[in-house]
């Protein structure tokens, strides 16, 4: 299987720092991305990892641990507009690249 | 604006139809992918084409199917529509089909289809 897991919603305050995080099925990883989507928009990209460790990237950082099937989207410094859906998506296609998203964390961030 | 134009923006039509989507690439993507997403069950992945051959399928129904033309754009066409079949449908493109040239997708802004 792929499953995919992640939260299904979050809460967080304005100028906080929230974690989200995605565990997965670790068979046929190739990658993984963290996609942005605000509602009734299409998701954007944000972040990519293949390899353990920490990717930073401004406010937005993601981290994996590919013997775990882990990786967190860490956000600082909270805005409003960061109010959005956060997908997990995993690469298992090897040659084929059959990208695979998670159900996506509903993140609400307060004032 | 992510350069991949997906039409039309909504659609409305009755069970049993059929239903033609159309989508086309950034300039320079060869790959293009198909995503439908409805309230309950997320972003799911249809089918992939790169450079006009399939590569990849994933829980695409029988009563789908698609094609990638020699212009690279793609049509997902849905036929004998069920209420089910209702959600919105993303078209995706890409540069390449490994690593991060191959899952940073830049996404259309979608087709609605309504089924009544």
């Known amino acids: 299987g792929q499953n995919i897991d992640q939260p299904t919603e979050m809460t967080a305050t304005e100028g906080a720092i929230v974690q989200i995080n995605c565990t997965y099925q670790?068979?046929?990883?190739?990658?993984l991305f963290w996609y942005q989507q605000h509602a009734g928009e299409a998701p954007t990209f944000l972040s990519y990892n293949v390899l353990d460790g920490l990717e930073e990237k401004g406010r937005f950082s993601s981290f994996l641990s590919r013997s775990k099937g882990y990786s967190y989207l860490l956000l600082k410094e909270l805005q409003m507009k960061d109010s959005a859906s956060y997908l997990c998506?995993?690469?298992?296609?090897?040659?084929?690249?059959?990208?695979?998203f998670g159900t996506g964390t509903l993140l609400a961030v307060q004032p | 604006d992510s350069g991949v134009t997906q039409t039309p923006k909504h659609l409305i039509t009755a069970t049993g139809q059929r239903v033609t989507l159309r989508c086309s690439p950034r300039s320079g993507d060869l790959s293009v992918y198909w995503y439908q997403q409805s309230l309950d069950q997320g972003l799911q992945f249809l089918i992939q084409y790169y450079n006009g051959e399939e590569r990849a399928k994933g829980n695409i129904l029988e009563r789908f199917s698609a094609q990638q033309f020699p212009d690279l754009h793609s049509e997902l066409n849905l036929s004998s529509l069920e209420l089910g079949d209702s959600a919105l449908y993303f078209c995706?493109?890409?540069?390449?089909?490994?690593?991060?040239?191959?899952?940073?997708?830049?996404f259309g802004e979608g087709s609605r289809l309504t089924v009544l």
């Open positions: 998506a995993v690469n298992y296609g090897g040659a084929t690249n059959k990208l695979i």
């Open positions: 670790t068979s046929g990883f190739n990658g």
């Open positions: 995706a493109s890409s540069v390449g089909v490994q690593g991060r040239d191959g899952g940073e997708l830049f």
